[in-house]
């Protein structure tokens, strides 16, 4: 579930950070903001497919 929150975020800091709407604090750039964004996406991408590998696992 985290990392689908994390996609989520990642996405609007994109769309905010390319349209010129959002910017990243203390620099007042669009650009970085969607760099971050792209790297948190990926992030969560990483954390759902850590997820479902741990899942698979049978324990015991």
Partial sequence: MRGII???I???MVIGGLSG????RG???GG???VVGVALI???IF???KGS???DQPTG
């Fill in 6 to 8: 994390d996609i989520i």
């Fill in 10 to 12: 990642g996405i609007v």
């Fill in 21 to 24: 709407n959002l910017v990243f």
């Fill in 27 to 29: 620099t007042d750039s």
């Fill in 32 to 34: 970085l903001l969607a």
């Fill in 42 to 44: 990926g992030f969560g």
């Fill in 47 to 49: 954390r759902l497919i």
């Fill in 53 to 55: 590998a741990a899942q």
